[in-house]
């Protein structure tokens, strides 16, 4: 309530979850001015530096040029370009759908994906991990949310059994936001055909990150068929903003037709889609940024794991060092900072009690020089606090 807001923030405070906005007075790609101090930046998910890429900037400009600056009105009123219409088809092209349906960010992709597939006599296995959008998607819903333990596909079948009920919706992420492990998305595709449940896969982190091509997860492992719905960020390696769900033709129809999201939203800026759609080109064809940003995910991880800190075995650029209490936490995120080295404190709730962490993100235009920087941050904060 309103008139608590103080006592709330006072506990907040006490619990050491108190959150601030910080000031980045300068970005381009790895380095940055924040609060007026040069920092490297470890905490983007701009994984190929797309963001500045100056194709993308130029047709992103151009697209002004042509539509102006905001589309005026929601899809299904005015705000449906051609440009539009041309990055879904490119983005089902690439996710190797028949369909794609583009909507404001990744949250509400989730939020408006769920929504519209489920209501209250549905039930939705969601993996433990899950990110907030799909909690939050799923809450909204009104079906009956059941939570198995992460990436625990025992439990998942174990309850799906148990609940006696088919046709219901399995939800996960491919790559988990926190963590950077990766979800066992071909047995969970089984499972999803054997109980004849529908499988969604949130792949924000996943999308141009895994894969030879930089399709994702299902690329990654391979996989053709099995998932029905097919969550993406544009935010994220795509370097622009917005989200989108691709599948069938049937999938987009009833999206455009019930998510409400997609319905009662205005569309995204020209500028946005003309740079999404230029990033999907510029991924293709430059596909030694998804190599790079491998070798220097593995670089890093590597380094920091040699140390002696705790950081679990992986391959996305997602690296989690798990420091355990949240003042430690941020104590640790401060020593880094004052080395020049920007990658936050990640404090419940965003994660489970006791597991405070520094996620570290790396882009593929970091260089060896900057990650050797953050490898000796690291080293002198884990002395400085015990840890090593
Ligand atoms: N899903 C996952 C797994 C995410 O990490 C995020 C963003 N943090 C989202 C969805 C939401 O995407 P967006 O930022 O584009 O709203």
């Not at 959008?133 to 174990?158: F, M, N, P, T």
């Not at 903003?241 to 049937?250: K, P, Q, R, T, V």
């Not at 050797?372 to 884990?382: H, K, L, M, N, V």
């Amino acid at each position: 309530m309103i008139k608590d807001a103080k006592s709330r923030i006072d506990e907040i405070q006490r619990s050491g979850k108190y959150r601030q906005l910080r000031l980045v007075e300068q970005t381009s790609g790895p380095e940055m001015v924040m609060d007026g101090k040069k920092l490297l930046n470890f905490a983007s998910n701009n994984y190929l530096g797309l963001s500045n890429h100056p194709v993308i900037c130029q047709r992103a400009s151009d697209s002004i040029a042509t539509w102006g600056t905001g589309s005026g009105a929601s899809r299904l009123i005015t705000g449906n370009t051609s440009i539009h219409e041309e990055l879904e088809k490119k983005i089902a092209d690439f996710k190797k759908q028949e369909s794609s349906v583009v909507f404001n960010c990744g949250y509400m992709a989730n939020v408006g994906g769920i929504t519209a597939l489920t209501d209250k006599d549905c039930i939705i296995y969601s993996d433990s991990l899950n990110h907030a959008s799909i909690i939050d998607g799923a809450r909204l819903s009104k079906a009956k949310i059941v939570v198995y333990d992460h990436c625990d596909l025992r439990d998942l079948e174990a309850k799906i059994r148990a609940h006696g009920k088919t046709g219901g919706l399995i939800v996960s992420d491919g790559v988990f936001s926190m963590d950077g492990d990766i979800a066992p998305v071909p047995e969970l595709a089984e499972i999803s055909s054997q109980y004849e449940c529908a499988l969604m896969i949130d792949d924000a982190h996943g999308t141009g990150v895994l894969g030879k091509a930089g399709r994702g997860v299902c690329e990654y492992f391979n996989l053709d068929d099995g998932v029905d719905l097919h969550m993406g960020t544009l935010s994220k390696a795509l370097g622009s903003e917005g989200g989108f769900i691709a599948g069938s033709d049937l999938l987009a129809e009833i999206l455009r037709n019930v998510a409400r999201p997609f319905i009662f939203s205005t569309a995204l800026t020209p500028s946005s889609i003309a740079a999404s759609s230029a990033a999907i080109d510029i991924l293709l064809e430059e596909n030694w940024r998804i190599r790079k940003l491998s070798d220097n995910s593995r670089y890093l991880r590597e380094g920091i794991q040699s140390m002696g800190l705790d950081v679990p075995d992986g391959i996305t650029p997602i690296i989690p060092v798990i420091i355990g209490k949240n003042d430690d936490t941020v104590l640790f995120s401060s020593i880094l900072e004052q080395e020049g080295i920007f990658s936050p404190a990640i404090r419940p709730p965003t994660v489970p009690e006791g597991s405070g962490r520094i996620r570290l993100t790396v882009m593929a235009t970091h260089t060896r020089d900057h990650l050797d920087q953050a490898i000796s941050s690291f080293e002198t904060a884990g002395r400085k606090t015990g840890l090593i």
